[in-house]
């Protein structure tokens, strides 16, 4: 006589708080994303005057610092979203695209790492280790390598994770399938724009769509399986 086990359909609470963990991370990378680009000001291309006015501030050096530190949450907040999409054995089913949103995944993460430390190198330098402001070049190089890591690299990365995890979503019917088309989209001009060096202003569509993969992580189904 065989003995069927329901055990693994049954919703778990370790399943539920998994699946409510992973949304609110979600929704918190749509939040850090935003205030990554949002709390810092530099001026759009400033006088030599202009540029070391704009760093002798204070609370400008500040903003550079948060800046950062919302880039750090930016690569915690993809790590468990990631991570969670991982566990889902539906997923499983698309294992190659599973495993390339795994690699642009952890690309997103090293790279949002590094821009966060670039981003507040020169409010640590200043106001953390007592080192003088730098000279007008290094300030115009830093500013344009903290453009050049979002607006190049990080959003191309960000973009290549986005289309990774949409096919997997249309291929497997994970967290629905209206993700995935939103995502395809969103992930095309992403791309389309970093080709043509205009990446940082696509950091909205990268929010929508970490705001809609909260919704739809969260709507997801209590029941599926999750591998331990």
Known sequence: ??????????PRVGDRTATRVAAVAAALL????????????????????????????????TSGVLSGMFALVVAVTMA????HLRRLQLAARSPQWLGF??????????????????RASIGHLVDTMDE???????????????YAMLGLSGM?????????????????GVFGRWLGYVGTICSAIILAAV????????SPLAILWALCL???????PTTEVIED
């Open 80 to 83: 468990v979203v990631i991570n």
């Open 101 to 118: 949103a795994r690699s642009m995944g952890g690309a997103v993460i090293t790279l949002w790492l590094v821009t966060g430390a670039a």
């Open 195 to 202: 080709v043509a060096q205009y990446g940082a202003l696509t």
């Open 132 to 146: 003088p402001l730098p000279g007008v070049d290094v300030l115009r190089y830093a500013t344009a390598l903290n």
């Open 214 to 220: 909260a919704v739809a992580i969260w709507r997801q």
């Open 30 to 61: 749509a939040v850090s994303l935003f205030m990554t680009v949002g709390v810092m000001n530099v001026p759009h291309k400033p006088s030599d005057r202009e540029l070391l006015t704009f760093w002798q501030d204070p609370a400008n050096r």
């Open 156 to 172: 191309a990365v960000f973009g290549l994770c986005i289309l990774a995890v949409s096919v997997v979503v249309l291929r497997t």
């Open 1 to 10: 006589m065989s003995v069927t086990s329901t055990t693994a359909t049954r």
